[in-house]
């Protein structure tokens, strides 16, 4: 009906990368029927969310419209796209539907929620389609990463729109399909309303290489090394991890595999039959008699993760394994920007033990798993739709793709979280906005960015912190004097007798000469025993600390 529209809205991964969360709908205006595509994480930094496990979108207008929500379609299984499926299903509970590689993967992190294996469905590639409400859905194949990367075409009866997902064009991927031009030109076309694409490399001038080039630099790499080796990269990246393995192995090398989301994901590509072919591997346990010149680890922890098999042998040891002088240590992966300083120091610990470290610096040991800008031209160029609207980006890269889509005399729009962008017609335009943002996973626990939580943790870290505990007798009349508790201070300052005597003293002298309005109103008591606390420690030692202040009576 005319009445009926059709709408994109990002929930996450528009104005950042990451943390992927895109919704679809078709219908009237606010009563629309719903799916959504992929349901990812991001990762904490000790800077902006100190302690935080996993940060996942916010999902409030999900659950606000639950009813009307069809199905979760995920693209692939790189955690930014599949890792929040666990953490939303008791909230949204929608059929879920994966391929088989990403399915496998979307299981496990259900199973650790104790959700039956039968809420994914496994879909095979395109031509086969599921129907979801007023959609009708098939997973084309692209080339990424990862096994079983997908595009979505998504039909409605406001039109044809191919949801990219994150994608590369690479013709000899080693593992999971190719580019296949003729394919995305077949499914193209009648029309695509629009094309909603992977923006992560706009800025990268040069076609993108394929996966096929790894092979012969690591080989001559991991042949002329003398002792033992060892190489890092994403764990998900199986098409590497295989080019890695098969290089150790024609250099006469044992394969051990170290790090737990290394060995899953390899199981389940041959689970799934999408990888055959593997060297053969040994355990840890094994590896340890082995001669190091004869051995290669193939390791975790590319990212500089702290718990990660690379951290650890960084920092020592790891399931028996040490490093020594002369090993050699390659990064097969390019570092994610934030990332920068935790692989740096894994790289400076490598070198303080004497091991040769080598990175893709000079290029010639990764490739990326996302299209360059002359790659998303291509794209354009063969599914030819009426507009573009950029995803997994940040804002500068959204903005970059608009232009560059524009250049080319098309339509492009630039939409960020939370705008709901009309597709209905021929002229998208913003129908409305939602608020969204980000929920932290804090041990076992969902809270929200904006609870204070975090902040509260944060201003901790910068300031420190004072506990001040007084009693109070019943003619509210202090009880002895005030103790304090330093935490994440300076045990001294410029009296050079111990702070907490300092404090213990002026806070003494303000209990002193508090009146009843003070005494007996516990509010007021705290606010002036925390303006005590803090002018003392900035008069002390320069900094004003959180204050906590307990005040016990006796009744």
């Given at each position: 009906?005319?009445?009926?529209?059709?709408?994109?809205?990002?929930?996450?991964?528009?104005?950042e990368?990451g943390?992927?969360?895109?919704?679809?709908?078709?219908?009237?205006?606010?009563?629309?029927?719903?799916?959504?595509?992929?349901?990812?994480?991001?990762?904490p930094?000790?800077?902006?969310?100190?302690?935080?496990?996993?940060?996942?979108?916010?999902?409030?207008?999900?659950?606000?419209?639950?009813?009307?929500?069809?199905?979760?379609?995920?693209?692939?299984a790189?955690?930014?796209?599949?890792?929040?499926?666990?953490h939303?299903?008791?909230?949204?509970?929608?059929?879920?539907?994966?391929?088989?590689?990403?399915?496998?993967?979307?299981?496990?992190?259900?199973?650790?929620f104790?959700?039956?294996?039968?809420a994914?469905?496994?879909?095979?590639?395109?031509p086969?389609?599921?129907r979801?409400?007023?959609?009708?859905?098939?997973?084309?194949?692209?080339?990424?990463?990862?096994?079983?990367?997908?595009?979505l075409?998504?039909?409605?009866?406001?039109?044809?729109?191919?949801?990219?997902?994150?994608?590369?064009?690479?013709?000899?991927?080693?593992?999971?399909?190719?580019?296949?031009?003729?394919?995305?030109?077949?499914?193209?076309?009648?029309?695509?309303?629009?094309?909603?694409?992977?923006?992560?490399?706009?800025?990268?001038?040069?076609p993108?290489?394929?996966?096929?080039?790894?092979?012969?630099?690591?080989?001559?790499l991991?042949?002329?090394?003398?002792?033992?080796?060892?190489?890092?990269?994403?764990?998900?990246?199986?098409?590497r991890?295989?080019?890695?393995?098969?290089?150790?192995?024609?250099?006469?090398?044992?394969?051990?595999?170290?790090?737990?989301a290394?060995?899953?994901?390899?199981?389940?590509?041959?689970?799934?039959?999408?990888?055959?072919?593997?060297?053969?591997?040994?355990?840890?346990?094994?590896?340890?008699?082995?001669?190091?010149?004869?051995?290669?680890l193939?390791?975790?922890?590319?990212?500089?993760?702290r718990?990660?098999?690379?951290?650890?042998?960084?920092?020592?040891?790891y399931?028996?394994?040490?490093?020594?002088?002369?090993?050699?240590?390659?990064?097969?992966?390019?570092?994610?920007?934030?990332?920068?300083?935790g692989?740096i120091?894994i790289?400076?610990?490598?070198?303080?033990?004497?091991?040769?470290?080598?990175?893709?610096?000079?290029g010639?040991?990764?490739?990326?798993?996302?299209?360059?800008?002359?790659?998303?031209?291509?794209?354009?160029?063969?599914?030819?739709?009426?507009?573009v609207i950029?995803?997994?980006?940040?804002?500068?890269?959204?903005?970059?793709h608009?232009?560059?889509?524009?250049?080319?005399g098309r339509?492009?729009?630039?939409?960020?979280?939370?705008?709901?962008?009309?597709?209905?017609?021929?002229?998208?335009?913003?129908?409305?906005?939602?608020?969204?943002?980000?929920?932290?996973?804090?041990?076992?626990?969902?809270?929200?960015?904006?609870?204070?939580?975090?902040?509260?943790?944060?201003?901790?870290?910068?300031?420190?912190h004072v506990?001040?505990?007084?009693?109070?007798?019943e003619?509210?009349?202090?009880?002895?004097?005030p103790?304090?508790?330093l935490?994440?201070?300076?045990?001294?300052?410029?009296?050079?007798?111990?702070?907490?005597?300092?404090?213990?003293?002026?806070l003494?002298?303000f209990?002193?000469?508090a009146?009843?309005?003070?005494?007996?109103?516990?509010?007021?008591l705290?606010?002036?025993?925390?303006?005590?606390v803090?002018?003392?420690?900035?008069?002390?030692i320069g900094?004003?600390?959180?204050v906590?202040?307990?005040?016990?009576r006796?009744?």
């Amino acid at each position: 009906m005319s009445s009926d529209r059709l709408i994109y809205l990002p929930l996450g991964g528009a104005g950042e990368i990451g943390m992927n969360c895109y919704v679809y709908g078709h219908g009237k205006p606010r009563q629309e029927r719903l799916i959504v595509v992929d349901l990812g994480v991001t990762f904490p930094d000790m800077d902006g969310s100190p302690g935080v496990d996993l940060i996942l979108p916010d999902i409030s207008w999900l659950k606000e419209n639950r009813a009307r929500i069809d199905a979760v379609f995920i693209t692939h299984a790189h955690e930014d796209h599949v890792g929040a499926v666990g953490h939303t299903y008791e909230d949204l509970g929608v059929p879920i539907y994966a391929r088989a590689f990403t399915a496998n993967i979307a299981r496990q992190k259900l199973s650790e929620f104790g959700v039956d294996a039968k809420a994914v469905t496994t879909v095979s590639k395109w031509p086969e389609t599921v129907r979801a409400g007023p959609f009708t859905v098939g997973f084309l194949p692209i080339s990424h990463s990862i096994p079983e990367s997908s595009a979505l075409v998504i039909d409605s009866p406001g039109g044809r729109i191919i949801h990219s997902g994150d994608f590369k064009l690479d013709k000899t991927p080693l593992v999971g399909e190719p580019w296949d031009p003729e394919l995305w030109a077949e499914v193209s076309k009648d029309g695509i309303k629009a094309l909603i694409c992977d923006s992560t490399n706009v800025f990268s001038p040069n076609p993108g290489r394929s996966e096929a080039e790894v092979g012969p630099m690591v080989e001559e790499l991991v042949a002329n090394a003398p002792h033992m080796v060892v190489a890092t990269t994403f764990a998900s990246n199986v098409a590497r991890v295989k080019t890695l393995a098969e290089a150790g192995e024609r250099a006469g090398r044992s394969i051990c595999l170290m790090g737990r989301a290394m060995r899953r994901m390899i199981e389940a590509s041959i689970e799934t039959g999408v990888l055959k072919g593997f060297p053969k591997v040994i355990g840890p346990e094994d590896a340890s008699s082995i001669p190091r010149e004869n051995l290669m680890l193939l390791v975790t922890g590319s990212q500089g993760e702290r718990r990660a098999a690379s951290a650890q042998l960084a920092r020592g040891k790891y399931h028996g394994m040490t490093l020594k002088e002369g090993d050699l240590f390659l990064f097969s992966s390019k570092t994610i920007p934030g990332n920068e300083r935790g692989v740096i120091r894994i790289m400076n610990q490598l070198s303080e033990q004497g091991v040769d470290v080598v990175d893709d610096s000079n290029g010639l040991y990764h490739v990326s798993g996302h299209a360059n800008r002359p790659d998303l031209e291509t794209l354009q160029d063969v599914v030819r739709p009426q507009v573009v609207i950029p995803m997994h980006g940040e804002h500068r890269h959204l903005r970059e793709h608009v232009k560059m889509t524009q250049s080319k005399g098309r339509k492009g729009v630039l939409a960020v979280n939370g705008m709901m962008i009309e597709l209905s017609g021929n002229e998208p335009k913003v129908a409305e906005y939602v608020e969204t943002g980000r929920t932290y996973l804090d041990g076992t626990v969902q809270i929200g960015a904006l609870d204070g939580i975090v902040r509260d943790r944060i201003r901790m870290a910068l300031n420190g912190h004072v506990v001040v505990t007084v009693l109070i007798d019943e003619e509210d009349e202090p009880l002895g004097e005030p103790w304090c508790e330093l935490m994440g201070l300076a045990e001294t300052g410029r009296s050079r007798v111990p702070l907490t005597d300092v404090l213990e003293e002026d806070l003494t002298q303000f209990l002193g000469r508090a009146g009843d309005k003070i005494m007996t109103d516990d509010d007021k008591l705290e606010e002036g025993m925390r303006r005590i606390v803090r002018q003392t420690c900035q008069n002390e030692i320069g900094k004003k600390p959180e204050v906590t202040i307990v005040v016990s009576r006796l009744m």
